[in-house]
């Protein structure tokens, strides 16, 4: 019998089709899944008219055996990252893979020569298509489902990494509490809230959903800001910048996101978004015509909500405001009808973040590694 892998790059609309659909065989029957919104995803690879490839190069990679699709891979250049970093680094991220060493061994190989004929000399991932979006591969917790715009894949695939040579440099941890905690907790902190918002005259603001593009951006200056300095990060370039607030325009519920602002100025933000993933899994990749209308309309039933940042511009990191933030979330949540929120994702390397959280008794409950090989 012939098992031989042929890695080839995706070339025709039949060949994208294959690669989207790959994870359709590899995740069945695993109810944790959560299928990708498969419009998204197209421009994510490159193969529309994202502004992320004005500044990146990609190259998507199908594996084969017998005809049948076994593993895919895209494999790109983040010039931003470069050119911040002086580095001559390549990433990969959106790999599926059978359980087959031969096929992501075949599936990186080809990655990997692509990106020395370009001048490479380091592959990092999987981020899809960076830091920015989704990124990290799950290494623990596989008994449950992601939360929104968090990533999940089968347990065999760290193994897999490794056996094509690639070593952890970095985790990245998803924290949890349920409403109860954050409601003590606050309450705790209530006189430090009050004494911060009055020896600093600071001003708490809600988002305005009638100054949608100006208040996006602004928050997006300030998620650019605050995490200037933090290991990998690479800042969203204008268009980037206002291609991801027009996507977040109809998943945004004004009462989870909050400003805080001294003498007029926004100093920092925090952002949080209904977990959409109980209902995207029943989407199974479509949001039109009518998924749309169903993530809508089913928007009061979700139980969770993801944290996705609490971001402060650097002069203010340390000022303790952070709290006075998650203060302005407990009633909002509270009348969503929220149950627990997670807090993704926190870097390992971020021992004042992850250290704040733990004591304060946040549940460290899923990890995510990105890997680093050189060439």
């Known amino acids: 019998m012939n098992n031989r892998v042929v890695v080839r790059p995706v070339a025709s609309w039949r060949d994208r089709r294959r690669f989207q659909r790959l994870p359709w065989s590899i995740y069945a029957g695993d109810h944790n899944w959560v299928p990708p919104i498969l419009a998204q995803e197209r421009e994510l690879l490159g193969w529309g008219h994202h502004p992320f490839f004005d500044n990146a190069e990609i190259v998507t990679l199908l594996a084969e055996r017998e005809g049948r699709s076994v593993g895919r891979l895209a494999v790109l250049i983040n010039h931003v990252h470069n050119h911040k970093y002086n580095e001559q680094r390549g990433f990969f991220g959106f790999f599926e893979c059978i359980d087959d060493a031969a096929v992501a061994g075949g599936l990186f190989e080809a990655g990997q020569d692509w990106l020395r004929q370009r001048g490479m000399t380091a592959m990092r991932g999987p981020v899809n298509p960076s830091f920015n979006y989704t990124c990290g591969l799950l290494i623990d917790a596989f008994d449950c489902p992601p939360c929104f715009l968090m990533t999940y894949n089968r ?221």
């Open 155 to 375: 347990s065999y695939y760290a193994a897999l990494l490794e056996s094509c040579g690639f070593a952890k440099t970095q985790d990245l941890y998803a924290y949890e509490m349920d409403m109860n905690m954050l409601q003590v907790l606050v309450e705790r902190y209530k006189p430090a809230v009050l004494a911060a918002i009055e020896s600093s005259k600071l001003v708490i603001r809600p988002f305005d959903p009638g100054k949608y593009q100006q208040q996006s951006e602004m928050y997006l200056d300030i998620y650019n800001r605050s995490l200037e300095g933090t290991w990998g990060f690479t800042p969203l370039q204008p268009r980037e910048a206002r291609q991801i607030a027009g996507e977040l325009r109809h998943v945004i519920v004004p009462e989870l996101a909050v400003f805080a602002e001294i003498g007029g100025q926004p100093i920092g933000a925090v952002l949080a978004l209904l977990d959409y993933n109980q209902i995207l899994r029943k989407l199974n990749g479509r949001l039109f015509p009518f998924g749309f209308v169903r993530l809508l309309t089913g928007r009061r039933k979700i139980t969770a909500a993801r944290v996705m940042a609490i971001t402060m511009v650097p002069s203010y990191q340390s000022a303790g405001f952070g709290i006075v933030l998650l203060d302005n979330l407990v009633g909002a949540v509270a009348k969503w009808g929220i149950e627990r929120y997670e807090l993704s994702w926190v870097l390992e390397s971020n021992s004042r973040s992850r250290g704040s959280l733990e004591r304060v008794g946040m549940k460290k409950t899923k990890t995510y590694r990105i890997y680093d090989k050189m060439l």
